[in-house]
């Protein structure tokens, strides 16, 4: 299973283009799966071809909220697939955009609870925050734990006590400021993506247990 970043507000490698938002590839033995678009889909499909991925495997889009830099690289991305795909959504997306998701493949929506959508793929079910921003996150749940964040509106260490102890934590964490609590809840590694404010401050403070990210990241387990 390998994770790539495909769109980050940074990029690790010349080349590529970064651009506020965030969206990865997650690759497995028979599947893959996209976690949000960006905001720019010919960005986003610039960096995908220069990363050498094949969106023809795609089986699953999974939208973390119905914000702009996560959505926005939707249409290209779906031009660009030709089969048809499962969209897994938080049930609160507007009924406007569900409906245009409905005709380009199936919808998955899922309420506050957990869902494991294939095995050892799930969705923390969506949780809500005080401005009324209805996020979910994907847990993966194999070889190791894995929690992959949009933006973390509802507060990434929420979303922690949702998943449990995780080995792995990537994404954008937003404003987050108790940066030290991180720590109790994952083992290994945070890499903090895309918006999270306290990044240079999560990256002196985990020093072992934190790695920059960007796009042309790769993690695989
Ligand atoms: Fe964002
Ligand atoms: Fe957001």
């Not at 903090?192 to 695989?220: A, M």
Request: with cysteine; proline share 4%; charged share 25%.
């Amino acid at each position: 299973m390998r994770i790539t970043v495909l769109y980050d507000n940074e990029t690790l490698k010349k080349g590529l283009i970064p651009s506020h938002g965030f969206s990865s590839l997650i690759e497995d033995e028979n599947l893959s799966i996209l976690f949000d678009t960006g905001w720019n889909g010919p960005i986003l499909l610039k960096n995908i071809e220069k990363l050498q991925k094949d969106l023809s495997k795609v089986k699953y889009i999974f939208l973390s909220h119905q914000h702009w830099d996560h959505i926005g690289g939707l249409p290209d991305v779906l031009h660009k697939i030709h089969n048809k795909v499962k969209f897994i959504i938080p049930s609160s997306f507007t009924p406007t955009f569900k409906k245009s998701l409905s005709d380009y493949g199936e919808l998955i929506e899922v309420g506050e609870r957990p869902y494991e959508f294939i095995p050892g793929y799930l969705s923390t079910g969506e949780m809500d925050t005080s401005l009324g921003i209805k996020e979910h996150a994907l847990l993966i749940n194999g070889k190791k734990r894995i929690l992959v964040v949009g933006c973390a509106h509802p507060d990434v260490y929420n979303i922690l006590q949702r998943s449990g102890k995780v080995d792995m934590l990537m994404g954008g964490f937003h404003d987050f400021e108790r940066i030290e609590l991180l720590g109790n809840m994952v083992k290994e590694k945070i890499f903090p993506c895309h918006c999270t404010k306290k990044k240079n401050e999560i990256l002196t403070f985990y020093k072992n247990k934190s790695q920059k990210c960007g796009i042309g990241l790769e993690v695989g387990v």
